[in-house]
């Protein structure tokens, strides 16, 4: 009996022990978080900011007079006066501008990657067998055939195509004094050499367009954007050779 | 006058190209090849005033009053040039010019190196009193030469040689009459009367055409050239007047109760357009020269104003505010319906016909309450808008080529005379001092 009531009341201790135990963490945690409320400010509430959609998706008035556009200031131009004195053949290639499109790969790319693509031949061609087979080139071609075969080299004239092309656009500037049909209609064609380093050789409207200050503003674009950069290394006859470019003041289509 | 055609032009390329050595290196170089591959096409050009180099004009004798003529012709030349809103006169501290005048002689590359699209190149000779300049123009990326004129002149018609020179380049290089030699009539006040003033369209040399009354008001060239209407207050009613811009009284055309204003003469010289209120109501009426009623064309309660013949005559734009508001109206000269042209703005007026008849150049007040230009396109109705945020803008006349407008503005603080392109994007101011107001552009000289 007696280790019965001895053991009831250590199973009370414990439960008064338990008890309290739980009461002082309840009541520890009630102060910590009390304290910790009561140092803190409520959040304040946002600032009322009043706005008023003043131009997007809103209509002018159709029964207002009409407003000129303002057009955002052009960015700094980065040209430096020119030198009038300087050579032109001293004068530093322009780097290569990046087109806006997809990128295309560069002509290093194209080789590189026409040589992991024949890496497993036994007569993989090394990048001076391809350049010299390229320029070894006679009038009734190769015997066996080129190895370089026309893909690679119409990617590395699209990709150098695409470069100067996209300079001369830059350049493309034409007098205003040009009627609004003929701004539509005008098309000239002209033809250029390009050295191996990228100078221009010659260039010559050899499509006028019917307006000589057309025709003017053509060959000027042309020369504005020399020099081109260096042609591809196994392209540079085909450059130097001469290509043909039609230029028109709005669309040549 | 001699413009090279096209033969010729391909003739002097070749020369050009004989000359081997001498030529610059910038010139055509002869290729086997004509034609090849084409690669690509470049479309989307950029529009700019085109840049033009205008060096000194040389002389053979650098003494001082040798040089005088020259460089009198220089500077009027280049501000002609440069008020055509065709081209950028490039500035002369760029210039090298160390080459020859003639084509062969010329470095191009010199020239394409400043960004010249075009060089001028001229000499005087002969005595400050009585002299020649020889002048060549060139294309110079193509090389080509597009004028050699020589002109004759005196100490007397520097400014007159150089109108000439201006002309003829902007008809070699653009292939538009060039408007240098036209004069402008414009209103200006003088000690507290107002008078007609004929200028250069350059603002220069003006002359006083009016000395009586006090308040002369709206000249108006006629088709000819040789004289201006206009409205005078000198017999104490606003009553309309020619005048002889050689000088001599005036002539008075119509002086019927009330408003005798805004005459218009039409294109083949022979009938007056002008509002009269003799019955009350401002309307629009025409006249024969000597002053003669020949018809009323308008009748409405509101008030109709400010007639302009079209250029082919056949009809008259006009200002009514017959709707309540001024609004731009248009009917035939012989008379018949009007119809309303302008629904945009609450104050549209000062209409007037381009020469080629498919723009109406007029002032409205805006949303602001500032006056400004616009243009009525007459084939789609659309108007656009020339003048924005300079000030006030009014009283537009088109230049006899229909590539510039003179107009009043004030955006300097005084009342000036500006000249404009069409698109707004070249004003140039081309008075200085007095008030202005109501310019008119004349004809072309004949």
């Given at each position: 009996m007696s280790a019965l009531a001895s053991r009831a009341g250590q199973n009370r201790i414990l439960m008064i022990f338990i008890g309290t135990s739980l009461a002082l963490h309840v009541a520890f945690v009630v102060v910590v978080a009390v304290t910790l409320s009561w140092g803190k400010k409520p959040p304040a509430p946002p600032p009322a900011i009043k706005t008023r959609l003043v131009k997007l998706g809103k209509q002018r008035d159709e029964k207002l007079l009409p407003r000129i556009e303002k057009k955002a200031p052009p960015p700094p131009s980065k040209k430096s006066p020119p030198d009038v004195q300087?050579?032109?053949?001293?004068?530093?290639?322009?780097?290569?501008?990046?087109p806006d499109k997809e990128p295309t790969p560069s002509a290093m790319d194209v080789l590189n990657k026409f040589k992991e693509k024949h890496a497993d031949e036994q007569d993989q061609p090394s990048l001076s067998d391809l350049i010299a087979?390229?320029?070894?080139?006679t009038d009734e071609g190769h015997e066996q055939g080129s190895k370089i075969g026309t893909e690679v080299s119409g990617r590395l004239r699209a990709t150098y195509n695409d470069e100067i092309l996209a300079k001369m656009q830059s350049n493309l500037e034409v007098p205003n004094t040009l009627s609004d049909e003929e701004r539509v209609r005008l098309k000239a064609r002209v033809f250029l050499r390009i050295d191996g380093d990228g100078s221009l050789l010659s260039s010559k409207v050899t499509r006028k367009s019917g307006n000589p200050t057309f025709d003017n503003a053509v060959l000027a674009t042309v020369k504005k954007s020399a020099p081109f950069s260096a042609p591809p290394l196994t392209e540079r006859d085909f450059y130097r050779n001469g290509v043909s470019v039609n230029l028109c003041p709005s669309s040549c289509r | 006058m001699t413009f090279a055609p096209p033969s010729l032009r391909v003739f002097g390329l070749v020369s050009v190209l004989c000359i081997g050595a001498a030529?610059?290196?910038?010139a055509q170089e002869d290729t086997a090849t004509e034609d090849g591959p084409l690669i690509g096409e470049v479309e989307g050009a950029s529009f700019k005033l085109f840049p033009l180099a205008?060096?000194?004009?040389r002389v053979a004798d650098k003494r001082s009053d040798e040089r005088r003529p020259a460089v009198g012709i220089t500077s009027v030349l280049r501000r002609d040039l440069a008020l055509t809103g065709v081209f950028e006169v490039l500035k002369p501290q760029s210039y090298l010019d160390t080459d020859g005048l003639a084509k062969g002689d010329v470095k191009f590359d010199d020239w394409l190196n400043i960004g010249a699209d075009g060089v001028l190149k001229a000499q005087l000779t002969g005595t400050p009193d009585k002299f020649t300049v020889q002048v060549y123009a060139y294309q110079v990326a193509s090389t080509d030469?597009?004028?050699s004129q020589s002109y004759a002149g005196t100490k007397d018609t520097i400014r007159d040689v150089a109108h000439r020179i201006a002309d003829d380049v902007v008809k070699a290089f653009t292939g538009l009459p060039g408007v240098a030699r036209t004069h402008i009539v414009a209103v200006k006040k003088v000690a507290g009367s107002k008078h007609v003033f004929i200028m250069d369209a350059d603002g220069e040399r003006q002359r006083q055409l009016t000395r009586a009354g006090t308040l002369n008001l709206l000249p108006s060239w006629a088709p000819d050239g040789r004289s201006v209407l206009f409205t005078s207050y000198r017999y104490d009613?606003?009553?309309?007047?020619e005048i002889s811009i050689a000088g001599g009284p005036a002539r008075r055309v119509s002086s019927r109760p009330g408003l005798n204003t805004g005459g218009r003469i039409s294109p083949d010289g022979q009938t007056i357009a002008l509002t009269l209120s003799k019955d009350g109501n401002s309307e629009i009426y025409l006249l024969d020269r000597q002053g003669g009623l020949k018809k009323r064309l308008t009748s409405s309660w509101g008030i109709d104003t400010s007639p302009y013949f079209s250029p082919d005559g056949s009809?008259?734009?006009f200002v009514s505010s017959r709707a309540g508001n001024p609004h731009l109206y248009r009917m035939p000269a012989a008379g018949g319906k009007a119809e309303r042209l302008t629904f945009q703005g609450k104050y549209n007026q000062t209409p007037a016909y381009s020469p080629k008849g498919n723009k109406i150049a007029f002032t409205a007040r805006d949303e602001f309450n500032r006056f400004d230009l616009f243009i009525y396109h007459v084939e789609d109705g659309k108007i656009t808008r020339v003048t924005q945020d300079q000030g006030n803008n009014e009283d537009p006349s088109f230049a006899p080529n229909g590539n510039l407008i003179t107009f009043i503005s004030d955006r300097t603080g005084s009342r000036q005379v500006w000249i404009g392109t069409l698109d707004g994007r070249f004003q140039e101011r081309i008075t200085t001092t007095g008030r202005y107001s109501s310019p008119n552009w004349g004809p072309f000289e004949k």
């Open positions: 300087k050579d032109k053949k001293t004068k530093e290639p322009t780097p290569k501008k990046e087979e390229r320029t070894k080139t | 030529a610059p290196s910038f205008v060096p000194d004009i030469q597009v004028l009613n606003p009553d309309l007047f009809n008259i734009v």
